[in-house]
Antibody, heavy 117, light 109 residues
Framework: EVQLVESGGGLVQPGGSLRLSCVVS????????MSWVRQAPGKGLEWVAN????????YYVDSMKGRFTISRDNAKNSVYLQMNSLRVEDTAVYYC??????????WGQGTLVTVSS | QSALTQPRSVSGSPGQSVAISCTGT?????????VSWYQQHPGKAPKLMIY???KRPSGVPDRFSGSKSGNTASLTISGLQAEDEADYYC?????????FGTGTKVTVL
């Protein structure tokens, strides 16, 4: 059974940092691109970033370039999202998801990040 | 990287058909045959319903179908059922990054 479990969310002050983790099981992690997608409260889905199988190619939505960094550790079946200089508008549920081709076929349950003073 | 445009809401009675449009540009929807559709029930993670414009993953009922014409993709739900009431999002490859649609709430009357 494919499982993706996010962790690391919580309450952080504006300007602070958080590192999200996503541990996966049930598939060959090192063979798949991975992605982070977020959803602000009551809002739609927003693609954040993705990373290739080896961690060599990384892409970000423009509004997060320079503040967010995606990485992975294939030995630990994990993908990460380092978030710096957090803003109130970064408050959202953050999902990690697995690529199959050009679509996201499995998603985690999400972790809530709240940026507030 | 503007979000793809979807209607805010559509509704239909059980057994009817509804269609959701997803309008982008030649840089995303119109430029690639990589449009996917996701269903999201309240408080749940999204679920893949359609990929590569019109393909259905294993386990997705065949009442869900997808198509594309030019810069607009569409998701059609035929024979609407109560459990289809949810939010639906399109997503298109745009040469990295990807872009999601604004989302559509489907209501079963």
């Amino acid at each position: 059974e494919v499982q993706l479990v996010e962790s690391g969310g919580g309450l952080v002050q504006p300007g602070g940092s958080l590192r999200l983790s996503c541990v996966v099981s049930g598939f060959t992690f090192s063979s798949h691109w991975m992605s982070w997608v977020r959803q602000a409260p009551g809002k739609g889905l927003e693609w954040v970033a993705n990373i290739d199988q080896n961690g060599n190619e990384k892409y970000y939505v423009d509004s997060m370039k320079g503040r967010f960094t995606i990485s992975r550790d294939n030995a630990k079946n994990s993908v990460y999202l380092q978030m710096n200089s957090l803003r109130v508008e970064d408050t959202a549920v953050y999902y990690c998801a697995k690529y199959s081709g050009y679509d996201l076929d499995y998603w985690g349950q999400g972790t809530l990040v709240t940026v507030s003073s | 990287q503007s979000a793809l445009t979807q209607p805010r809401s559509v509704s239909g009675s059980p057994g009817q058909s509804v269609a959701i449009s997803c309008t982008g540009t030649s840089s995303d929807v119109g430029g690639y045959n990589y449009v996917s559709w996701y269903q999201q029930h309240p408080g749940k993670a999204p679920k893949l319903m359609i990929y590569d414009v019109s393909k259905r993953p294993s386990g997705v009922p065949d009442r869900f179908s997808g198509s594309k014409s030019g810069n607009t993709a569409s998701l059609t739900i035929s024979g609407l059922q109560a459990e289809d009431e949810a939010d639906y999002y399109c997503c298109s490859y745009a040469g990295n990054p990807y872009v999601f649609g604004t989302g559509t709430k489907v209501t079963v009357l």
